[in-house]
């Protein structure tokens, strides 16, 4: 069932994981985010969609802690994070990919996805002294068993050891997950996952996407342009166009609604659109 814009906030429940409310952002006179309220639930593949500039990123840089709203609250398991660094928010559970790949390219896959770790480790530099008397050592023990798990469960094994810049574009995407997903975030954000991907790669890393939802639990916010995937996969799916929430609800009902099928088909299709069925929009 679609849900209008305005009653979105009304039907947050204690159980979200993730309650935005009421985002707005501005970029001097520009409003990228207007009033946009949602919210996640655990274990949910929620999906933000929309045109170019409509401000999905703007939203995950929100969630992140990248930019802070100019108005509205960030409710993340139940704390206020509106405030929060992003170093903070990755450390209560929140991790997140990015549209433009964020590797360090000549490191290895492995280092690559222990840095990803690192802020998780209770022992440091100064602790290491200690490192054969028990702590640190059974941590680091934990730490790599951890990171196995991830490079097994994302099959990257046959290149834990290459140099994360001579990876195909495909490659280096999954590594870039395998990193946010070594954090093991309560929540994660995934900004284009699959963009600049060949069909082949696009299957494979939306089986992994679904895979870590229902095998591993993760709660997952996706924004993704490949409409058939979003559809596929997503639990909810939320449409903003200019900055404003369009519609938010289930994929079937989402690409029902003729509000959507215009902003993203254009005028000269409403005609048609007009004669789908009915839904509920903003
Ligand atoms: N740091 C910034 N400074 C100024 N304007 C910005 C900034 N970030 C985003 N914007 C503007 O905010 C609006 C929304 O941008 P945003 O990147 O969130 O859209 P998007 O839906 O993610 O687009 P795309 O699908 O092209 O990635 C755009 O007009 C963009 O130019």
Redesign the pocket.
Known sequence: MLQPAASAGAATGASALLDVQNIS?R??G?K??SDVSFHVRPSELFS?I????????????CISGR?TPSEGRVVFDGADVTKLKPNRRAEIGIGRTF?NLALFSHMSVLDNIMVGRHHLLKNNFFTGALYWIGGAQKEELEHRRKVEEVIDFLDIQHVRKATAGTLSYGLRKRVELARAVALEPKLILL??PMAGMNLEEKEDMARYIVDLNEEWGMTIIM?E?DMGVVMDISHRVMV?DF?RKLVEGEPSAVLADPHVRKAYLGEEDLEIEEAAPAAVSA
Do not use: C, R, V, W
């Open positions: 952002l970029f001097g520009l990228a985010l933000i929309g045109p170019n500039g409509a401000g999905k990123t703007s939203m995950l840089n930019y549209q900004d284009e924004i342009h903003l900055g």
